[in-house]
């Protein structure tokens, strides 16, 4: 039991895992191809901070070797992405949307520009709407954010 307090707390979308984060992360995004096939979107988007600042407090995640360079934490039960870490890095990032209050990290840097979807720039001016106006009838399952 650390006797740090915890800044920010997250998990995965089951609720199997879920950890503490001890410092203040630094948000990014990632547009490389591998960071897209890793979460299934047209980017990644991670708080990188010291990976001793990193607390499992429930369940631990499945890890796949993504490259000769890194690994990647996902929850078994439910798939949720949650962690790159470089083998060697002193560092982790855990994956924004993972965070109970994701808004705490505002993204700073992008990476894998290469990658970057030709559309990415006009994501703002698309119409937007609330989640309720497309559910009506939406029974969410999912873990509660803390």
């Known amino acids: 039991m650390s006797d740090r307090t915890p800044l920010l707390?997250?998990?995965?979308?089951?609720?199997?895992?879920?950890?503490?984060l001890y410092s203040q992360?630094?948000?990014?995004?990632?547009?490389?191809r591998m960071c897209q096939k890793a979460v299934g979107g047209?980017?990644?988007?991670?708080?990188?901070?010291?990976?001793?600042?990193?607390?499992w407090t429930s369940g631990r995640p499945a890890i796949f070797r993504s490259s000769s360079l890194a690994e990647r934490g996902f929850c078994p039960a439910c798939g949720t992405p949650l962690t790159y870490a470089g083998l060697d890095a002193t560092t982790?990032?855990?994956?924004?949307?993972?965070?109970?209050?994701?808004?705490?990290?505002?993204?700073?840097?992008?990476?894998?520009?290469?990658?970057?979807?030709?559309?990415?720039?006009t994501l703002?001016?698309?119409?937007?709407?609330?989640?309720?106006?497309?559910y009506a009838r939406l029974a969410n399952y999912q873990h509660p954010d803390k």
């Open 25 to 32: 992360p630094r948000g990014t995004i990632c547009h490389c």
């Open 9 to 20: 707390t997250g998990g995965c979308q089951c609720g199997a895992i879920r950890y503490t």
């Open 42 to 55: 047209p980017f990644a988007a991670f708080a990188s901070l010291p990976a001793e600042d990193l607390a």
């Open 92 to 121: 982790i990032d855990v994956t924004i949307g993972s965070l109970d209050t994701p808004a705490a990290v505002p993204p700073q840097d992008q990476y894998g520009a290469e990658g970057t979807l030709p559309w990415f720039a």
């Open 124 to 134: 703002t001016t698309l119409p937007a709407r609330e989640t309720e106006a497309k």
